[in-house]
């Protein structure tokens, strides 16, 4: 592996860090006051972005995204973690499993989102089920040609902005040695089709203005047509192209710890105490000192998995590790940075307290801390036997 950047990489994260800096950062504390993103806003940004050339930077250049490698776009969504989720939604970045789509499907649903013109949003998520994907209640059943959903999805980001959603439903049941498991299918589904409706979410004290959504379905008739892939291929076809979503997660963890380890360092050197900044006592530099080592780590472990996905190497293991350590680490360095600042770290006139708060969602979304070391110690000992 090669630990320096080429010069389109550092370009990316040059272009990218400017950008946050200058377009978002204004405008995270209106969205945190008032908890949305005003639609001009969001139509603004996204604008900005395919102005700048940097739209649905994941997809390949032959349909029309910015064809950028794993580890590029590591790099690219670690500079958006810097900056408020709501805002960044709009720098688009189409859910990958997209690129199943069939010819028909790729001119009604990829093409249009990575021209900016549709936004996607991904649902799984059910009340009685989170991880545990073939437990899901929401169901299809087959009616001639077309198929009949009924059952909620909760949980769903960024439903309240998304022109379509993809959506998994169990379909059917197969039998397995571990005993009978569900069959699950992958649809199309447009917003404003009859028997679909996206209602507000819950109240979340992460990531205000980046909504979670619920979605019903009530007889929703949905033609074969928009089945994506096959008929109850969804599993497959979402372990073929989603596991890098929690990629995703670690890069934007570390750019957010960055910019709160950031903070804490100019505080610590400003901030005087007894007669000397307060990063001259051990208490606080020993705390600088473990703050940038875990940020550090958590880095180069994230960059480590996407290069190995760049290489074609098994990363699964690799990918869990770094969604794990990096969302964990980002709890503890927001914390350290808010307690450095004592008591104005609490105060909304820094946003360490927003940081704090986002903090907490990481460790639970794309697959809970616990379910990530299950994957770990899996990938450890299935070549075992165990």
């Given at each position: 592996?090669?630990?320096?950047?080429?010069?389109?990489?550092?370009?990316?994260?040059?272009?990218?860090?400017?950008?946050?800096?200058?377009?978002?950062?204004?405008?995270?504390?209106?969205?945190?006051?008032?908890?949305?993103?005003?639609?001009?806003?969001?139509?603004?940004?996204?604008?900005?972005?395919?102005?700048?050339?940097?739209?649905?930077?994941?997809?390949?250049?032959?349909?029309?995204?910015?064809?950028?490698?794993?580890?590029?776009?590591?790099?690219?969504?670690?500079?958006?973690?810097?900056?408020?989720?709501?805002l960044t939604v709009f720098w688009g970045r189409p859910s990958g499993i997209l690129m199943g789509c069939n010819a028909e499907q790729r001119e009604r649903y990829l093409h249009p989102a990575a021209r900016g013109e549709r936004l996607d949003a991904l649902a799984m998520t059910e009340p009685g089920a989170g991880s545990d994907v073939r437990g899901m209640q929401c169901s299809a059943r087959r009616d001639g040609d077309d198929w009949i959903v009924n059952g909620t999805k909760h949980f769903i980001s960024h439903a309240d902005v998304a022109d379509f959603v993809i959506v998994f439903v169990a379909t059917g049941e197969e039998d397995t040695?571990?005993?009978?498991?569900?069959?699950?299918?992958?649809?199309?589904?447009?917003?404003?089709?009859?028997?679909?409706?996206?209602?507000?979410?819950?109240?979340?004290?992460?990531?205000?203005?980046?909504?979670?959504?619920?979605?019903?379905?009530?007889?929703?008739?949905?033609?074969?047509?928009?089945?994506?892939?096959?008929p109850h291929g969804g599993f497959e076809l979402a372990n073929e192209w989603l596991y890098g979503t929690r990629l995703t997660v670690a890069a934007?963890?570390?750019?957010?710890?960055?910019?709160?380890?950031?903070?804490?360092?100019?505080?610590?050197?400003?901030?005087?105490?007894?007669?000397?900044?307060?990063?001259?006592?051990?208490g606080v530099s020993f705390k600088l000192a473990d703050m940038v080592t875990e940020i550090d780590a958590a880095?180069?472990?994230?960059?480590?998995?996407?290069?190995?996905?760049?290489?074609?190497?098994?990363?699964?293991?690799?990918?869990?590790?770094a969604k794990l350590y990096a969302s964990e680490m980002l709890a503890r360095v927001t914390d350290e940075a808010l307690q450095i600042h004592g008591g104005m770290g609490l105060m909304d006139d820094l946003p360490l307290a927003r940081f704090w708060r986002d903090a907490r969602v990481e460790r639970i979304w794309d697959g809970t801390s616990e379910i990530q070391r299950h994957i770990i110690g899996r990938e450890l000992l299935r070549p075992l036997g165990a």
């Open positions: 592996m090669d630990f320096g950047l080429t010069a389109e990489q550092k370009l990316v994260v040059d272009t990218v860090r400017d950008f946050v800096e200058r377009e978002l950062y204004p405008h995270e504390e209106a969205v945190e006051q008032s908890g949305r993103v005003p639609p001009e806003l969001g139509e603004s940004i996204k604008r900005k972005v395919i102005e700048l050339g940097f739209y649905a930077p994941n997809l390949p250049v032959e349909m029309g995204g910015g064809g950028l490698d794993h580890l590029t776009f590591t790099l690219l969504e670690r500079e958006l973690g810097r900056a408020s989720m709501a040695q571990r005993g009978p498991k569900k069959l699950i299918t992958c649809f199309l589904v447009d917003r404003g089709t009859p028997g679909f409706d996206i209602r507000p979410g819950y109240d979340s004290v992460s990531h205000r203005g980046y909504h979670n959504c619920v979605l019903a379905f009530d007889d929703c008739r949905l033609p074969s047509a928009q089945i994506l892939g096959e934007m963890c570390v750019g957010r710890a960055r910019r709160a380890f950031d903070l804490a360092l100019g505080y610590a050197a400003e901030r005087s105490q007894f007669g000397q900044p307060i990063g001259r006592f051990q880095d180069w472990m994230t960059l480590a998995a996407a290069w190995r996905l760049d290489q074609g190497l098994a990363a699964n293991r690799e990918i869990a590790s």
